[in-house]
């Protein structure tokens, strides 16, 4: 935290948490250094850094002065000591959950991930013999029941990509307490601005800052949000080991992108809702998967840990696969993307785009079906969001 101006308001430590411009010869904005290493004031100074013995700037895998800035900015956003940058999502999933696992260990997690993050446990899974299942967690009852001795770490998504399923953050974290297995949350979905996961108890949050951290479709990137000590290990680690870190420009962007958060993300869940409603009352719409739809099985949740529902509506068809690629292809504004959180609306069908790693069987118990479309709502006039839209269901 700055001393001088010190931030306690969400929206200022968007913009002024972690970075003092007074150490920077009074650049507004933080400077990018854009360099792969430091030099060392004398041999026994290189010596002191890498033996742990002294702080500093050693080699831009090891860490860097604007990924520094941009850590300590998503640690205090997200409630918790430390942060640690990464090249992507996937990077920062794999690092925690290799870091966390070891041969003959076991993961639970919630009823739906992201299909690399299932792609990645079923590598570990065949590769490393690091088990993992699926569970619904509704209930505690439900969720010691899915504990298992070699259970290590519990991982959970929610709302869940791409159904909207929400789990109840703050039960899992209990569990998890009484049980002593670390909750890790990926918390994309909702940023930091909707959704604390550390503050309701949990231990880990993920993000693939690539969404709504940067919020201009401009950048590759992943954080994570934790406990100082357990970070710093993971840093010393499978982050310098594998190496899927960040570079400084990213990071640089990503810290440009937060200063509008607040004010993106209001209006992502403004439009939002409108749309939502707008699809709730379409005669061709099957089912609707929003969090702020009082009719949601899970809206209590939704209004129990996160601030507004969200940018994002899942939502199927009747008719079939076919059904939802015409409505796709007849869209003249929104875009056909894999992606979520830009300023631009973005549609995909996760059975054949995000998802489709995942086994047809697997798939459908996690509730997608052939029908199902995630919309990421953009930032542009609602209206027209909505009359495209219409016209595209007027197609099928």
Partial sequence: MNEKHPTTQFETKLIHEGYESDKY?????????QTSTFTFETAEQGARRFAGEEDGYIYSRLGNPTVTMLEERMAALEGGEA????????????????????TGDHILCSQGVYGCTFGLLEMM????????????????????QAIRPETVCIYVESPINPTMKLVDLQMVAEV????GIPV??????????????????????????????????????????GKKDFLGKIAMTTQKDIGGVMSPFDAWLLLRGLKSLAVRM??????AERIASFLLEHPKVEKVYFPGDERNADYAIAQKQMKK???????????????????????????IAVS???????????????????????????GIDDTLLRLSVGLESWEDIRNDLEQALSKI
């Avoid at 009074?26 to 990018?32: E, F, M």
């Avoid at 899974?125 to 010691?144: N, P, R, V």
């Avoid at 949990?202 to 709504?212: F, Q």
């Avoid at 529902?309 to 875009?335: C, D, H, R, Y």
């Fill in 176 to 179: 998890g307490k009484e049980k």
């Fill in 184 to 225: 890790v949350v990926d918390n994309t979905f909702c940023s930091p601005y909707l959704q604390q996961p550390i503050m309701l108890g949990c231990d880990v949050v993920i993000h693939s800052a690539t969404k709504y951290i940067c919020g201009h479709g401009d950048v590759i990137a992943g954080m994570a949000v």
């Fill in 125 to 144: 899974q065949e590769k490393y013999k690091i088990g993992h299942d699926f569970s619904a967690m509704e209930t505690k009852e439900q969720l010691l």
């Fill in 266 to 271: 209001d209006r992502h869940c403004e439009n």
């Fill in 83 to 102: 942060a640690l940058a990464f090249g992507s999502g996937m990077a920062a999933v794999s690092a925690i959950l290799l870091g966390l696992t070891k």
């Fill in 25 to 33: 010869g009074g650049s507004l904005a933080p400077p990018i250094f």
């Fill in 309 to 335: 529902p969200g940018g994002l509506i899942s939502f199927s068809l009747k008719g079939k696969k076919e059904t939802a690629q015409v409505l796709m292809n007849e869209l003249k504004l929104i875009k």
């Fill in 340 to 366: 979520l959180g830009d300023a631009e609306t973005l549609i995909q069908h996760p059975a054949t785009m995000t998802h489709a790693v995942v086994p047809k069987e697997s798939r459908e118990k996690m």
